[in-house]
């Protein structure tokens, strides 16, 4: 059985990093568990930032933003010698089990150490939600908050002023927070690689919502067009005057919402109670509302979250 278990975050941070640490390190105290937390990452694993973790460290952490280990990238880790590095820095604490919190290139790294030898278990982490798998990534219910918040805000200025309002949200080959941020603050319209890109038809959309609206709203995915071409676009052929707002790193910031703490916490426990029973190598994911444990193998070849469902309601509502 694992005796001394480390838990990391890694890639882009997410809010509910922070409460999913804090159930990983308090469900490991529980089960008698000597646990570790690795700063920054597989940066911080590779540098041997690795500090032992009591239940002290985790406390008053739940409702914070972020992640207080920190996080960074590594671009290097997928050298099998940087890796042993990594597995030599756990071997000299005698960690013999690892919990990561991040995305799937976080996985990816997790799957290679599983296969080092170091028992691994995976948290997904990302404001993206584009983690196969799993049905929820942990911060993406609070990104999607955030959004919705800022797009309501922006609605109130624009239908003011007749304007346009194109807001360019985070998930480069996600479109899940475009899409759900557009059912819920009634878009016009939705761009994101799901949905593709038909100028014509947006400027027309835009041209009908003129008729009958005194604001309209553009949803669009991080680097997928060309923005400032759209507002070009946008203002050159519809009676509205189109502004661009990029709502940039505030969307990943803020205390996670209750669901995520909710979702953080049950994997969290979930992923010690995996490594207890002798069950590495998996991740956890959060499955019509239970937390399931999937291979990494079986989940990194899984398509990811499927958003047309969501976006055909969109379509409809239009
Ligand atoms: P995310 O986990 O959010 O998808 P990244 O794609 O940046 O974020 O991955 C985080 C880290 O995981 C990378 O910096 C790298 O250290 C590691 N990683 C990513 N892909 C691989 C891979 N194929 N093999 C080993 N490690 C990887």
């Not at 809010?15 to 940066?43: C, F, I, Q, S």
């Not at 919502?209 to 005194?214: D, E, H, P």
């Amino acid at each position: 059985m694992v005796k001394k278990v480390a838990v990391l975050t890694s890639g882009g941070d997410a809010p509910g990093m922070n409460a999913a640490v804090r159930a990983v390190v308090r469900t490991g105290l529980a089960h008698g568990l000597e646990m570790y937390a690795v700063y920054d990452g597989y940066k911080g694993l590779y540098e041997g930032k690795i500090e032992r973790m009591y239940r002290k460290s985790v406390a008053e952490k739940l409702n914070r933003g972020g992640t207080f280990i920190g996080t960074a990238r590594l671009p290097e880790f997928v050298h099998p010698e940087i890796r042993q590095v990594c597995v030599e820095n756990l071997q000299e604490y005698g960690i013999d089990a690892l919990v990561t919190i991040g995305g799937d290139g976080t996985y990816r790294g997790a799957y290679e150490l599983e296969k080092m030898g170091v028992f691994t278990v995976g948290i997904p982490g990302t404001i993206d939600n584009d983690v196969a798998g799993t049905d929820y990534t942990i911060g993406f219910d609070t990104a999607l908050t955030t959004i919705v918040e800022a797009i309501d805000k922006l609605r109130d200025t624009s239908s003011s002023h007749r304007r346009c309002s194109i807001v360019e949200v985070m998930g480069r080959h996600c479109g899940a927070l475009a899409i759900w941020a557009g059912i819920a603050v009634g878009a016009e319209v939705v761009i994101c690689e799901e949905t593709g890109y038909d100028e014509a038809k947006v400027i027309q959309t835009i041209q009908d919502a003129a008729r009958v609206k005194k604001h309209a709203i553009v949803i669009v995915s991080e680097n997928f067009i060309d923005i400032k071409h759209l507002e070009k676009v946008l203002n050159d052929f519809t009676p509205f005057e189109a502004r661009t707002t990029i709502l940039g790193y505030v969307q990943r910031g803020g205390c996670p919402s209750p669901r995520d703490r909710v979702l953080a916490s049950m994997m969290g426990a979930k992923a010690v109670e995996c490594l207890v029973n002798n069950i590495s190598g998996v991740c956890m994911c959060s499955v019509n509302e239970k937390i399931v444990a999937i291979p990494f193998e079986e989940a990194l070849k899984m398509k990811k979250n499927q958003v047309e469902e969501k976006y055909k309601v969109f379509e409809e509502l239009w």
